[in-house]
């Protein structure tokens, strides 16, 4: 059986390295099924990621959100950007001593963005706003649960 069979029959899901389309998909995939067979305990969704896509990282959000798990969050080493949030969003979550969260600036690559001044404009406040309100729901939400967010750095 593969090691990643294993430990989702222990509910374990690790998110590791670059959060794309496809990790989130698979994410998703084992939510789902955990989530069909009714198990009166907590997933745990274990982290070590520098992050990766906006978008991915939302799917994956909301998965978690929707799929009426109690999820526990793990940070291994590092969970940056996408995955700092992603992180955030459990409803118990452990770091080890050494591990960091860092959530930065939305990073645009030239490639992806064309158009006048005004419309990179618009984009970039657009995502700032997105990043802010991703920053202050989940603030929210750990100041809800009475957690301190001591070691959460956000840099920008």
């Known amino acids: 059986m593969p090691i990643e069979c294993n430990l989702l029959t222990k509910l374990i899901i690790f998110i590791e390295g ?3 389309q496809d990790t989130a998909v698979e994410t998703c995939k084992s939510l789902l ?15 070590n990621s520098n992050g990766g896509a906006v978008d991915a990282g939302l799917l994956i959000l ?18 940056f950007s996408m995955a700092a949030l992603i992180f955030s969003a459990g409803s118990k979550r452990y ?8 959530i930065h600036q939305p990073l645009i690559s030239a490639s992806r963005i064309e158009g006048n001044e005004s419309m990179i404009k618009a984009v970039s406040d657009s ?7 991703l920053i202050q729901s989940r603030i929210r939400l750990i100041t809800k649960h009475g957690i301190s967010d001591t070691g959460i750095r956000i840099s920008g």
């Not at 099924?33 to 982290?47: C, G, S, T, Y």
């Not at 770091?95 to 860092?102: F, I, K, S, T």
Request: glycine share 6%.
């Open 33 to 47: 099924f955990l989530a069909a067979e009714n198990h009166n305990l907590p997933v745990d969704i274990i982290i």
């Open 127 to 133: 995502l700032t706003a997105q990043k802010n309100g």
């Open 95 to 102: 770091m080890l001593q050494h591990a960091e969260l860092m």
């Open 18 to 20: 670059e959060i794309t």
């Open 62 to 79: 909301d998965a978690m959100e929707g799929s009426g798990l109690e999820i526990h969050t793990w940070c291994l080493s590092r969970a």
